[in-house]
């Protein structure tokens, strides 16, 4: 199984700002899984964020294409999101998710709000 631990500096940024959230997976399948980042805005459902393979391939959503980078650390397990000119409307819960085979597993979410 594999359990997701986020980490970074979440909450409150000005429009334009940057932030950075990681991700580390720990159990016996933490070298395998598919790491990707979804978000929640209240009222609304969750949306795919983007997507790093085991092999580090990224995939974006398109709402975040040129502003956010995901990267990974094979070794550490970890997936890193970077995040710059951010949004009024990148606010929302971001939430770790990992994919193996027909299992998924979930992070706990951290909350990010751009506001000015």
């Known amino acids: 199984q594999v359990q997701l631990v986020e980490s970074g500096r979440g909450g409150l940024v000005q429009p334009g700002g940057s932030l950075n959230l990681s991700c580390t997976a720990s159990?016996?399948?933490?070298?395998?899984?598919?790491l990707d980042w979804y978000r929640q805005a209240p009222g609304k459902e969750r949306e795919f964020v983007a997507r790093?393979?085991?092999?580090?391939?990224?995939t974006y959503g398109d709402a975040v294409k040129g502003r956010f980078t995901i990267s990974r650390d094979l070794h550490k397990h970890t997936a890193y999101l970077q995040m710059t000119n951010l949004k009024p409307e990148d606010t929302g819960v971001y939430f770790c998710h990992g994919l193996y085979r027909l299992s998924d597993f979930w992070g706990q979410g951290t909350q990010v709000t751009v506001s000015s």
């Open positions: 159990g016996s399948l933490a070298s395998r899984v598919v």
């Open positions: 790093v393979t085991v092999s580090g391939s990224p």
